[in-house]
């Protein structure tokens, strides 16, 4: 298996997680499977980053994203993390 080109981290800090974290990490997990791009995706959590008000926090090799609800988040797959993989 190649080794992952993109890393995605998930705040799972409390406010983070409460707000949409919680169920986005399951969100990011079945689309990497539905699109069988799981290998070449490492999906890590951290922990707050001080930014709770602008959260849900998602980043896509360190590119923030804010306010990721588990509505937006399949778009924000579609379009910040596919074409990163092609
Ligand atoms: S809990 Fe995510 S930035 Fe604070």
Do not use: Q, W, Y
């Amino acid at each position: 298996m190649d080794a992952p080109v993109v890393i995605i981290t998930v705040c799972m800090g409390s406010s983070c997680f409460s707000r949409g974290n919680n169920v986005n990490t399951e969100t990011i997990e079945r689309f990497l499977r539905e699109h069988a791009v799981s290998g070449k995706v490492e999906l890590r959590g951290c922990l707050c980053g001080g930014r709770c008000r602008e959260g849900p926090i998602v980043e896509i090799d360190g590119e923030v994203f804010r306010g990721v609800t588990p509505g937006v988040l399949p778009d924000i797959l579609s379009h910040k993390l596919l074409p990163r993989l092609l």
